[in-house]
């Protein structure tokens, strides 16, 4: 399995704090079957200011230190961006990581406060997709003002975002309202990549499997085919990897539902009605 948004990287946000705790969580990810991971520290402007650099700085470091502890995860970086005004500046002077390409286009992760939805956040995303580059919204479901109304939602996903939901909220660890509204995009066909957000061992650790059963549970059980998946990660570096199945995650319509892990689309015919997210 991939794993698109994490903390791993020691030091450098609210993630680990030494190396040998990232250590610790890289093996537990691997024993979680996960074989790939970029890492995406926090970009919050004033908090945790990382950059570019930094971050390329610190993964090549612990890829090294992955290879001497001898395990088998292969690591790459980019960011996990908080909204601010600020974030324009950054993405022209090119001092913010992007996570993939999605039809040539540039992927950031975009992550909003936690207990609204910013005003003015839809002329943010639009300028970024007017940029050439695609918000996959980090978390939608723990975020409160769209556990409490999650259409509002809609115009993001009409704009052309994409959406990552945490695998533990669909396995209920972040409470009965972030489950719901995780499954609901789950079922409604919306939700791009499930991801960790893994920060450590103890209550956020590195584990996609639970989710990713929940989401085969809502989703049917093609949604856990994996051939694909498993042949492209042999064969394909991890960036280049990201690249390639962004693209695949993407390039779908919206109502096929489409897991990064799981390597092709998934339609389930047996959900049906309204769907509240669609474009259409
Ligand atoms: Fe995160």
Same mark, same amino acid.
């Given at each position: 399995m991939i794993d698109l948004h994490n903390h791993l990287l020691p030091g450098i946000d609210d993630g680990p704090a030494d190396l040998p705790t990232a250590l610790d969580m890289a093996r537990a990810a691997v024993a979680n079957g996960i074989s790939h991971v970029v890492c995406t520290p926090h970009i919050h402007? /004033?908090?945790? $200011? #990382? $950059?570019s650099h930094n971050i390329a700085e610190t993964c090549s470091r612990f890829n090294a230190a992955l290879q001497e502890a001898g395990i088998e995860l292969k690591v790459a970086a980019a960011a996990e961006v908080r909204f601010s005004g600020e974030l324009m500046t950054r993405v022209l002077d090119g001092s913010i990581p992007f996570l993939g390409q999605w039809e040539g286009k540039k992927v950031l992760l975009l992550e909003f406060p936690h207990g609204e939805m910013p005003f003015g956040a839809e002329r943010l995303t639009q300028w970024l997709l007017d940029k050439g580059v695609v918000p996959l919204i980090? =978390? *939608?479901?723990? #975020?409160k003002a769209l556990m409490n109304n999650?259409?509002?939602l809609k115009p993001f996903i009409e704009q052309g975002c994409l959406l990552q939901v945490t695998a533990a909220s669909a396995a209920g660890r972040f409470g009965e309202k972030a489950m719901h509204l995780a499954h609901e995009l789950l079922s409604n066909r919306v939700v791009s990549i499930m991801a960790?957000?893994? =920060? #450590?061992?103890? =209550? &956020? *650790? *590195?584990?996609l499997q639970e989710g990713l059963l929940q989401a085969a549970r809502i989703l049917g059980e &093609? /949604? &856990?085919?994996?051939g694909h998946r498993h042949a492209l990660a042999h064969r394909t570096p991890a960036f280049r990897l990201v690249d390639c199945l962004i693209t695949r995650a993407c390039?779908?319509? *919206?109502?096929d539902s489409y897991l990064l892990e799981v390597g092709k689309p998934c339609v389930d015919s047996s959900v049906s009605g309204r769907n509240p997210f669609s474009r259409r």
């Open positions: 402007i /004033g908090r945790y $200011d #990382n $950059d980090a =978390h *939608p479901e723990r #975020n999650p259409s509002k960790t957000d893994a =920060h #450590n061992l103890d =209550h &956020r *650790p *590195p584990l &093609r /949604g &856990r085919t994996s390039r779908f319509r *919206p109502q």
